[in-house]
Every structure is written in structure tokens, then in C-alpha cells.
């Protein structure tokens, strides 16, 4: 399996950047797909995550009224907007799948066994 994220880059405060991932390799469409962060020094926080219904979806204190998490279980692809982008969102952004289905919409990062390479987002 593998997950591959794109759409990182350099914004201003204040402006938006929309990441993609795409989950190859699996069998099925995973039941869990999450976003972390993660910035040097510092432990894997969960952003946002969502069920494979798509219809439910949890985030993180931090960025809930500003980013928005959503999927293509055709395509097996996860998408999350962020707008209204602050400094304090600057980190490496993973995608990651295979939670069990006991832990959907888990924000930890323990539970998921599969994680992409990540792509940066610098807010400056």
C-alpha cells in the first residue's frame, strides 16, 4: 500500500492551500483516513480525520471552523482545505490510513499502521 501526499508549499497568513493524498495499493477503501502534522521536536498531532461514508468527520480544536477534510472513496483520495492559515500551522502534514475500524475518526497516531512521506506547509 502506499500514500502519497501532495499540495504543500509557502503561503502568507491568512491564505489557503489545499492537500491531496492518494491511497494506492489497497484492497478496499480504507474505513479511516486521517491529516497530522508534525514539526520538529515535537509528537504527530492529529489534524482532521474522516469516515468512509464521508459523512462524519472530526478535527482538532485548532483548525475546526478552518479546515476542512473530505474524500473520494472512488478514487481513494483525501483532501484537506485549510484556509485562514496561521504561523502556528507551519509543520509536515502526513496522510494516514489502516486505523481499525473500532477507532474511526481516531486523532491518534498510534492507531494507524499506514502514513505517507508527508509534504511541508510553510505559513510565513
Known amino acids: 500500500v502506499q500514500l502519497v501526499e501532495s499540495g504543500g508549499g509557502s503561503v502568507q497568513p491568512g491564505g489557503s492551500l489545499r492537500l491531496s493524498c492518494v491511497a494506492t495499493?489497497?484492497?478496499?477503501?480504507?474505513?479511516?483516513m486521517a491529516w497530522f502534522r508534525q514539526t520538529p521536536g515535537k509528537e504527530r498531532e492529529g489534524v482532521a480525520s474522516?469516515?468512509?461514508?464521508?459523512?462524519?468527520?472530526r478535527y482538532a480544536d485548532s483548525v475546526k471552523g478552518r479546515f476542512t477534510i473530505s474524500r473520494d472513496t472512488a478514487t481513494n483520495t483525501l483532501t484537506l482545505q485549510m484556509t485562514g492559515l496561521e504561523p502556528e500551522d507551519t509543520a509536515m502534514y502526513y496522510c494516514a490510513a489502516g486505523a481499525p475500524p473500532y477507532m474511526s475518526h481516531s486523532l491518534l497516531a498510534y492507531v494507524y499502521k499506514d502514513w505517507g512521506l508527508g509534504t511541508q506547509v510553510t505559513v510565513s
Open positions: 474522516t469516515h468512509i461514508g464521508g459523512d462524519t468527520s
Open positions: 495499493g489497497y484492497p478496499y477503501s480504507p474505513h479511516t
